[in-house]
């Protein structure tokens, strides 16, 4: 079975910073696009940022030039740098795996990551 873990989140200042870390099992990572998506209350989920297998990157104009995800494939895992932390980020944070050979996808518990003052 495909599980995913996360870790990273907690509480954070303005401007501070943290990382979240998603280790995947159950899978072949090197065929998975890996992403990262958050949501506040009483808000949609939306998505954050995308590695894929060949390691391209994409991210939500919220975030561009704060936050970066990055892949480690011989430990599974994916990872999310997020830098200058504003009130606005403050969301849970799921990982989602999508086995682009088999088309499934599997999502993260979640990660509450909460920036105030």
């Known amino acids: 079975q495909v599980q995913l873990v996360e870790s990273g989140g907690g509480l954070v200042l303005p401007g501070g910073s943290l990382r979240l870390s998603c280790a995947l099992s159950g899978s072949i990572f090197s065929d998975s696009v890996m992403a990262w998506y958050r949501q506040a209350p009483g808000k949609q989920r939306e998505l954050v940022a995308t590695t894929t297998p060949s390691g391209s990157t994409n991210y939500a104009d919220s975030v561009k030039g704060r936050f970066t995800i990055s892949r480690d494939n011989a430990k599974n895992s994916v990872h999310l740098q997020m830098n200058n932390l504003k009130p606005e980020d403050t969301a849970v944070y799921f990982c989602?795996?999508?086995?682009?050979?088999?088309?499934?996808?599997?999502w993260g518990q979640g990660t509450q990551v909460t920036v105030s003052s």
């Open positions: 989602n795996a999508h086995n682009v050979r088999s088309n499934f996808i599997s």
